[in-house]
């Protein structure tokens, strides 16, 4: 008996395997590949990158898409890529612990950009820094740390996949930055992906998109005249209550998506009152409640799921709203916010947009996780 009350307050028993974390030790290998015969050259500086010889430099850079070729066939590295060919190519380092001090007080935010190359690189793609490739693109953004190539792409000839950049958790967002940046890697016809570091060095991928989500619902334009007349008539005797209005006795409501039943009434939000008293009017509103009216979306609050609204396609009895929205405004404001924003969305299996207005338009922007 005290056995199984003891398993009753304590809950099942189970086992976890905690993940390994990759601490990636200098001096050791990170792949089962066996080391070459002799030793190979170690990197030398020159011109603010690392120099490689042929022929080492020749494979490197035509197998492994690693370095920009010389004119005598070496290749100039960026520091993540020499950590990644200390790494996964056997190439030395002269006191490796010096070496990373001292490129870590030339380069800030070193440490980010090697997680970043390690991660991305796992499983055989090949990801260029810009540095390498300011001659082939030169309109891509400088606020792109690296293209990524797919391993069944010929880097050389191909023109790219995606564009990437690398965050940390604490960094500050602008976000009318952000949808330049999502806007001009569209542009180039690569996927915006972002590299996300933590405090525990550990790396979470997303990718970007600008989303434009729609719906089915009625408008006040798509009612008969004896409609319309109708649903003057209940908002011309509507009753003002905390955060909105209340009209009572509503046999029939025209406008599903505007409202909710209670009380053998209908509520609506300060919001959803002010938008049907501006079409009633026959006035413009621009705002984003009223052009997300406008684009025939049902719109609930998200309170239980840390956003403005959650927006729905068609009837809440139909389907769960795919989409979170949040307002520029009341958006996280670093990196570390956002993320936990995204975490939450996909949690229930909805996508988190950010609201703002954009070179003039409406714009939804979509970050999801992609690894």
Not at 312 to 339: D, K
Request: hydrophobic share 35%.
């Amino acid at each position: 008996m005290n056995e199984i009350l003891g398993w009753a307050m304590t809950g099942r028993q189970r086992n976890y395997t905690p993940r390994v974390r990759t601490t990636r030790p200098l001096g050791a290998q990170r792949t089962p590949n066996a080391p070459p015969g002799s030793q190979l050259p170690e990197p030398v500086p020159m011109g603010g990158q690392w120099y490689l010889p042929p022929p080492l430099s020749q494979r490197l850079n035509e197998k492994s898409a690693l370095g920009k070729r010389t004119k005598d066939g070496g290749i100039l590295l960026t520091p993540e890529e020499v950590l990644f060919c200390h790494w996964y190519r056997h190439v030395p380092l002269t006191n490796p612990e010096v070496w990373l001090e001292h490129e870590m007080v030339q380069n800030p935010g070193l440490e980010a950009k090697v997680i970043a190359m390690d991660v991305l690189r796992n499983g055989g793609e090949r990801v260029v820094p810009m540095i390498h490739l300011k001659d082939r693109f030169p309109t891509i953004s400088a606020n792109t740390w690296a293209l990524r190539f797919e391993r069944h792409e010929s880097w050389r000839q191909h023109g790219g996949f995606s564009q990437i950049r690398v965050q940390r958790t604490h960094d500050e967002v602008n976000w009318e930055e952000l949808n330049q940046w999502v806007q001009s890697v569209h542009e180039h016809n690569h996927v915006p992906e972002l590299c996300v570091i933590d405090d525990e060095l550990d790396a979470t991928i997303y990718t970007l998109s600008h989303e434009k989500p729609k719906g089915d619902q009625i408008l006040l334009d798509d009612l008969a005249p004896d409609l319309y007349d109708e649903l003057a008539s209940f908002i011309s005797r509507s009753v003002p209550v905390e955060n909105g209005v209340f009209i009572s006795d509503v046999a029939s409501w025209p406008l599903p998506a505007i409202g909710i039943d209670h009380f053998s009434g209908r509520f609506l939000r300060n919001e959803e009152h002010e938008y049907l008293q501006s079409l009633a009017a026959n006035q413009h509103a621009g705002d984003l409640y009223a052009y997300l009216a406008s684009q025939r979306l049902l719109l609930r609050p998200g309170f239980k799921f840390g956003c403005l609204w959650r927006a729905y396609e068609t009837g809440i009895s139909v389907e769960h709203a795919p989409w979170l929205i949040q307002p520029v405004e009341e958006a996280a404001t670093n990196w570390e916010g956002i993320c936990l924003a995204v975490r939450l969305a996909e949690g229930v299996n909805k996508r988190w947009l950010c609201a703002s207005e954009f070179e003039g338009e409406w714009t939804f922007l979509n970050i999801r996780r992609s690894g």
